[in-house]
T-cell receptor, first 117, second 115 residues
Framework: DTGVSQDPRHKITKRGQNVTFRCDPI?????LYWYRQTLGQGPEFLTY????????KSRLLSNRFSAERPKGSFSTLEIQRTEQGDSAMYLC???????????????FGAGSRLTVL | GENVEQHPSTLSVQEGDSAVIKCTYS??????FPWYKQELGKGPQLIID?????GEKKDQRIAVTLNKTAKHFSLHITETQPEDSAVYFC??????????????FGKGTHLIIQP
């Protein structure tokens, strides 16, 4: 297993266009997260899946954003009608459910950098 | 919600010297504190973590200390090397058992190792 994979690595789009990012987590991980990172800031939580169920969404996730994980494996993050403020690095992370006694250790992908012109 | 403050934002040290990065958190229920290293163009990579039942943890040149009473934790890097140059993030989370247990990150420290 090569870790968490994200595609594309870079995307440049014009304002108003739709974009979609894909994340392939570590195969045995049942938890999947999307984070957004802007320049000079730490990653900010967007949404979380346990298997195929989307269990939590941040207030940062406007109604132009939608995420899916249809079979509990890969996930997609779609941004509709992109705005310049959407320009950021979109990071995917995965982890396994270690039970109540374990810590939730996240492994991040390299990210998909979005530039909205 | 949780709030994590990280200092300094930039730290420049001579190669071979030690570097210390400090973080504070607000939610006393947080019980897991990882540190991530992020190099240019890459995603954050876990370098060390500590759980709330431990006060200190060491892994070769890297150590982390946790003071739960004061709600602060620190990263210590000794004998710094050029490859230590990167942005370091602290984070905090809590094991709720039913929620996302997502991480709340600090804003990062840009560590520069001067040759």
């Amino acid at each position: 297993d090569t870790g968490v994979s994200q595609d594309p690595r870079h995307k440049i789009t014009k304002r108003g266009q739709n974009v979609t990012f894909r994340c392939d987590p570590i195969s045995e991980h049942n938890r999947l997260y999307w984070y957004r990172q802007t320049l000079g800031q730490g990653p900010e939580f967007l949404t979380y899946f346990q298997n195929e169920a989307q269990l939590e969404k941040s207030r940062l996730l406007s109604n132009r954003f939608s995420a899916e994980r249809p079979k509990g494996s890969f996930s997609t993050l779609e941004i509709q009608r992109t705005e310049q403020g959407d320009s950021a690095m979109y990071l995917c992370a995965s982890s396994s459910d270690l039970g109540l006694s374990g810590a939730n250790v996240l492994t991040f992908g390299a990210g998909s950098r979005l530039t909205v012109l | 919600g949780e709030n994590v403050e990280q200092h300094p934002s930039t730290l420049s040290v001579q190669e071979g010297d030690s570097a210390v990065i400090k973080c504070t958190y607000s939610d006393s229920a947080s019980n897991y504190f990882p540190w991530y290293k992020q190099e240019l163009g890459k995603g954050p990579q876990l370098i060390i973590d500590i759980r709330s039942n431990v006060g200190e943890k060491k892994d070769q040149r890297i150590a982390v200390t946790l003071n739960k009473t004061a709600k602060h934790f620190s990263l210590h890097i000794t004998e710094t090397q050029p490859e230590d140059s990167a942005v370091y993030f602290c984070a905090a989370s809590k094991r709720s058992g039913g929620g996302a247990d997502g991480l709340t990150f600090g804003k990062g420290t840009h560590l520069i190792i001067q040759p």
